[in-house]
């Protein structure tokens, strides 16, 4: 007797994304690079000639094209081969009524941070999540770097001693100056309505904070911090400074800034032990760096050799040849493609819970930055884990 084991794609819908967005095509080239998914229907935009011609470029079905959301659930949900998971790459305000509704209607979700516009939102979304047996996936993408998992391992293994201080950084250029009137990614991240009430906190801050936590195995409990905005007229931060205190003793800094001329895209941390810091840079990602106590610093490459088995899985090419932002992209659509099909959790993988920690974080950061930097705790309020 023989058995049918061609695997199946996941059938991928996608909210946001249309011609001239950034991330959503991000999203595409991620989905696609394990051929684990297939893009199968949209609601790419709210503007509806557009909306149709990025379905008619992507070769989706014009009749899988919907004009919103709530079209596109409903459409899909009343199909045999309708959409199993949904994406959600449009700007802040949408995620939480998007994620909800999808939640509700039996689909699993991959939505882009920050998770929500409030910390409310927020929790009531992780109890959704909770109640509906699906999965949420939170594109903190750099989790996916090999490397940064690499790191998270070093740590957890003890190779550094306790953790004493976490240093993070997420500084770019690209806000330095007031951008011109048809930057789309400016106009909605400059817009409170749009962003909500954090700006570079939100939007690379929120980032930081994520890979802080994933990589140092601690969890932030109080914060001391001051936004502040470079270019006049903004009611939204463009930079951020922020002292934290972790949970299991460490101490940190986190410095986000849009407005720093030269810097690109300059992710990095060091996270320094008792015994041994190490030190990783979004703009370097094939090297991480150990540097022993009163030893020679190691550069530990991507090999897939030396890395764990489940992190070799995120590992496509022999080392030397470069890997980067897209690959770990797709980690997680491959990490979240593998839970689904052996009814697994990847322990790595951002979720629900990196939401809520990330909205309680902006929530604490914008009280003490009002409060003139008093020390404040991040809600500890018990949420269920979806
Ligand atoms: N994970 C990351 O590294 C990363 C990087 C960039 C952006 N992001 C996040 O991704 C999201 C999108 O950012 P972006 O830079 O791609 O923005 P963008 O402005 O380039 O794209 C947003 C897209 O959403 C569409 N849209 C807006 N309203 C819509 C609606 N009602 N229905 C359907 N589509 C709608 C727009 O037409 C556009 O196609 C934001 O939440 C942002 O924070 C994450």
Redesign the pocket.
């Given at each position: 007797m023989t058995h049918d084991t061609t695997r199946q794609r996941l059938r991928l819908a996608m909210?946001?994304?249309?011609?001239?967005?950034?991330?959503?095509g991000?999203h595409r080239m991620a989905a696609r690079l394990d051929d684990r998914f297939e893009l199968v229907a949209g609601?790419?935009?709210?503007?509806a000639e557009?909306?149709l011609a990025t379905a008619s470029e992507l070769g989706v079905d014009k009749t899988r094209c919907y004009t919103?959301?709530e079209t596109l659930l409903a459409g899909e949900t009343a199909r045999k081969d309708g959409a199993d998971v949904v994406a959600i790459?449009?700007?802040?305000h949408?995620?939480f009524p998007v994620a909800m509704a999808a939640l509700e209607a039996g689909l699993h979700v991959i939505c882009?941070?920050?998770m929500t516009l409030t910390l409310e939102e927020a929790e009531r979304l992780a109890r959704t999540a909770a109640a509906s047996q699906r999965r949420f996936m939170l594109?903190?993408?750099y989790a996916g770097y090999p490397l940064v998992q690499h790191a998270r391992e070093l740590v957890a293994g003890g190779g550094l001693g306790s953790i004493r201080h976490v240093q993070v950084e997420y500084v770019q250029e690209w806000l330095s100056e007031t951008p011109a009137d048809d930057n789309?990614?400016a106009a909605?991240r400059l817009d409170p309505a749009r962003a909500g009430a954090a700006g570079c906190l939100?939007?690379i801050g929120v980032?930081a904070f994520q890979l802080a936590q994933f990589i140092s195995g601690q969890r932030v409990n109080q914060v001391s911090a001051e936004l502040s905005s470079a270019v006049p007229g903004r009611s939204l931060d463009d930079n951020v400074q922020a002292l934290l205190r972790f949970d299991g003793g460490a101490r940190g800094m986190l410095w986000a800034s849009q407005t720093a001329p030269g810097f690109e895209n300059a992710l990095s941390i060091r996270v320094i032990g008792e015994r041994a810091s190490l030190q990783w840079a979004q703009e370097t990602p094939n090297e991480l760096w150990l540097r022993p106590l009163n030893g020679p610093s190691q550069r530990l490459t991507r090999r897939d050799d030396a890395l764990s088995a489940e992190i070799g899985r995120g590992v496509r090419l022999p080392g030397g040849h470069p890997e980067g932002y897209i690959e770990a992209f797709a980690n997680l659509y491959q990490a979240l493609a593998d839970d689904l099909a052996d009814d697994k959790h990847s322990s790595w993988l951002p979720g629900i819970a990196d939401g809520v920690d990330g909205m309680r974080f902006i929530a604490a950061t914008l009280a003490s930055s009002q409060a003139a930097g008093v020390w404040t705790s991040l809600s500890q309020k018990e949420v269920p884990n979806g």
């Open positions: 909210i946001g994304g249309g011609q001239g967005a950034f991330i959503g991000v609601a790419f935009s709210s503007q557009r909306n919103n959301h790459v449009t700007p802040n949408l995620h882009e941070k920050p594109t903190h993408n789309r990614q909605w939100g939007d980032h």
